[in-house]
């Protein structure tokens, strides 16, 4: 096979040619221009977003075979698309993915694949999703959850399930002073990811032209919770995408890590918003969080 192809990027022309004894030679790539893409979180929410635009591509083969109700090929594109755990687990994937390849040193392979692991499967413990508000007592939530994960993972070899329950237990439980640092310092990573995951996607339905507020589930889904009303209360606004970072930034805020994922957070916001959310930087100086990092607020 002897081929070469040319395709045009949003950085130029890249050329790809495949010569006969099977090499493949890749030129014309360019790096990020610091004007676009200026740091690595703004990479890392680049990629998020990049990989969940095929959220709303919808898969033919099955709609042409019947399995979905009022399958159209003619719109192959459902831009009001549910977001199922299924989605999520992947999503949190790949934006841990995306934070080992820009902060090579945090983890090392052994530790990214046990990361990795837990996230695919960490939601295995759900029969119905509940919102992460302070409706249900947690540790009722829990108990619920590690049964039913057991159940779901029962057909894996014994030794591989008992590391996904540990694991599972620590990462529910991911601040506990009983487990080692290098346990809490993978699982609160892990558990970091899952819940940044949140407002990040939030993020993403106000670029796509749907945002979500908690004004709208107390009208129709009979109020909000008294932590929800909280940080509403303290931010003042009730946006979505705004009450998941506080309460994300709040709960997690003395977990390893969690200023990457702030930036992150704070890249997102800029490149959805135009702007940082106007609470943040007070938001977060009331809490410690570095110099370093609040600068990126003002």
Known sequence: ???????????????????????????GLRGAKPSTIANDSRRIWDMYKHY????????????????????????????????????????????ARNVFRFYPFLFDLEEQNRIINLLRYHDLGETVDNPDDGSKNKDEKFIEELETFINKTSSLNPIEQEDLIRDFVMFEHANEECWSEENKRI??????????????????????????????????????????????????????AGVWTAHMIDTYLDYENIEIFIKILVEA???????VFPWMYEFCKNRGIDKNILVLMC
């Open 187 to 240: 699982l609160q990573f892990a558990k970091l990811c899952d819940k940044a995951d949140a407002p990040l996607g939030a993020l993403l339905y106000e670029l796509q032209g749907r945002p979500g507020s908690l004004l709208y589930k107390k009208k129709h889904y009979g109020g909000i919770t008294e932590q929800d009303q909280k940080y509403a209360d303290e931010i003042g606004e009730f946006s979505q």
């Open 52 to 95: 969940r635009s095929n959220d709303i591509v919808v898969r033919s083969g099955s709609g042409l075979c019947g399995v979905y109700n009022n399958y159209d090929p003619k719109n192959p594109l459902n831009r009001d698309y549910v977001e199922s755990d299924t989605l999520h687990s992947t999503t949190v994937e790949e934006l």
């Open 1 to 27: 096979m002897e081929k070469a192809f040319t395709v045009l990027s949003v950085k130029g022309d890249v050329h790809v040619r495949v010569l006969k004894n099977g090499t493949i030679q890749v030129s």
């Open 269 to 275: 916001c800029i490149d959805v918003r135009g702007h």
